[in-house]
């Protein structure tokens, strides 16, 4: 419960229990990154236009949700219920019985406002969930190597699910029928909807909220009792916050990798399915048994970026995992500036089955076609994983370097930022990406699923688009964040510095801590812990 004063240590039952959240975090976007603009521009009728406004709009409203939820989930330690219930607690309980909706995104014959409604609500769900959920890796510990587990039990299970949502769809049509039928991803969506609820509950019963301090236990909660002019004033003090958090460098600086990793991949997610069935000429079948191998790889990338961000720092296994999925797009771009004669025709004589390439008695077994097949699927995976990994390992030490610079802990507002940064910057590319694909000349089907025959210019433009853009975003993030230096040993003296700075400290206690501290916060050590406000 949230009135604990006393500090805990967290096992791996917390690692992994907090982590099992995941399963709804990377779990709900894998369905709806890797499936839903397919879906919607082959079984409902909606051009790639309609299906990027769908998936992109609903971000836009994040920009006054996502930080509200982090404020008010910060400040409920000033109320009744902030302390019977919890401050984080209190918004997973709203979401367990109201998740299992997922499905009705995945029914077809509706309108575009029908499933541009759906998805504003799931996305509420999503980040009622998300935020409160994000902060309590970083309010349970604050060791550097304990944040790392954390992080890589939270991203092992998201690829652990996106493994799940890129493979079922091949299991349901094995077991219940319906090959190209939109009835597969209705089954699925309603799997995940119950999976997701449970996982919810996983979470509440294997995590603890940050203690209340000395002075939050002795004001009493009610004690702030709302007014015309404190609800009138909250978008103000919530704004202020928000912004305020861009005032620390190493945010900054992480905001980069993070946007550069995240938006290179919505871009790829968004084209990837068409391309295969366009140039590939691939089924579902085919899709969903590529997407998973891409995700068993980044499962194992994840499972060694773990070490690596534990032994050198975010930055080295950044560069690694730009360098594998940029080899892997620029393989791509190869394929199909030297597309080999029928290799459509070689995919179908596989009979829906990629993995018949891999058995050499197999009359469509080739060493070209297993290349080409698995390859560069393979180099993506294990350069997304590590993509996906290194962003959420640094946010569990940012209100660390945070607390140095106010004297607070905002874990709430950091995940409300970086979700809202997140969802704007995914918004802007998923829209521009269905404008660009549908620019391009795309055709979406009009009936049974059945991939039209698309013009060399429509296929042109999502191959450009998968692989240039990608590459450009990536090599952005990089160049933005090229003096990051957050470490285990940086992040130590960081802890010390703020555990003098809390005693009353007001000089660093040499001057390599003074340059460690000011290079994390951006601000001089004079101005530290609410000093330069």
């Not at 009135?3 to 975090?25: C, E, F, H």
């Not at 620390?248 to 968004?270: C, E, K, P, V, W």
Request: glycine share 10%; with cysteine.
């Amino acid at each position: 419960m949230s009135g604990v004063t006393q500090a805990r240590k967290p096992g791996w039952i917390n690692y992994w229990g907090w982590g099992s959240g995941d399963m709804l975090g990377s779990g709900a976007q894998a369905v709806i990154s890797g499936w839903l603009f397919y879906f919607f521009t082959t079984f409902c009728h909606l051009t790639a236009v309609e299906a990027g406004l769908i998936l992109g709009l609903p971000r836009l409203l994040e920009a006054i949700t996502c930080p509200l939820i982090g404020y008010i989930s910060d400040n409920l330690r000033h109320t009744w219920i902030g302390h019977k219930i919890g401050r984080r607690r209190l918004f997973l309980l709203i979401t367990v019985p109201l998740l299992p909706s997922f499905a009705l995104i995945f029914r077809t014959g509706h309108t575009f406002t029908y499933y541009l409604l759906c998805f504003i609500f799931f996305e509420l769900l999503y980040t009622m969930f998300l935020i409160p959920w994000e902060t309590l890796a970083a309010e349970m510990s604050k060791d550097y190597k304990e944040k790392t587990r954390f992080a890589g039990a939270r991203l092992i299970i998201g690829q652990a699910a996106a493994i799940v949502a890129s493979y079922l769809p091949t299991l349901i049509i094995n077991q219940v029928g319906g090959k190209d039928s939109p009835d597969t991803f209705f089954i699925m969506a309603a799997i995940f909807g119950l999976l997701f609820s449970t996982v919810v509950v996983i979470v509440l019963l294997t995590t603890w909220e940050r203690p209340y301090s000395a002075g939050e236990l002795a004001a009493p909660p009610g004690q702030q009792a709302l007014s015309l002019s404190s609800i009138v004033s909250i978008p103000v003090k919530m704004f202020r916050d928000l912004f305020s958090t861009l005032r620390i460098r190493a945010f900054r600086q992480h905001l980069s990798l993070y946007l550069g990793g995240y938006i290179s991949q919505d871009i790829f997610n968004t084209a990837f399915p068409i391309f295969l069935a366009t140039v590939l000429l691939g089924s579902t079948l085919v899709i969903s048994q590529l997407m998973t191998v891409m995700y068993a790889a980044q499962l194992v990338s994840v499972i060694f970026a773990i070490q690596i961000v534990i032994r050198t720092g975010p930055m080295l296994a950044y560069r690694i995992a730009m360098s594998l999925f940029g080899i892997a797009l620029l393989l791509y771009l190869a394929f199909y500036l030297h597309l080999p004669p029928g290799a459509g025709t070689v995919v179908q004589g596989l009979n829906d089955n990629i993995f018949n390439a891999l058995d050499p008695s197999h009359p469509a077994s080739r060493f070209m076609v297993v290349f080409w097949l698995f390859v560069p699927v393979l180099l993506a995976g294990l350069g997304r994983g590590t993509l996906n990994f290194v962003p959420w390992s640094v946010y569990n030490y940012l209100p660390d370097i945070d607390e140095a610079v106010t004297g607070q802990r905002r874990e709430g507002i950091f995940a409300g930022v970086m979700t809202l940064v997140r969802k704007f910057a995914q918004s802007g590319a998923i829209i521009a990406a269905g404008f660009i694909i549908g620019l391009g000349g795309y055709v979406s089907p009009t009936e049974g699923g059945q991939v039209v025959q698309q013009t060399p210019e429509a296929i042109r433009t999502i191959c450009l688009l998968m692989v240039l853009a990608p590459l450009a975003v990536m090599a952005l993030g990089l160049y933005a964040a090229r003096s990051f230096r957050l470490n285990a040993a940086t992040h130590a003296v960081l802890i010390h510095e703020v555990e003098r700075l809390r005693g009353g400290a007001l000089e660093p206690e040499s001057e390599e801590s003074r340059k460690v501290v000011e290079g994390l916060t951006g601000w001089k050590y004079e101005t530290l812990w609410g000093r330069g406000r």
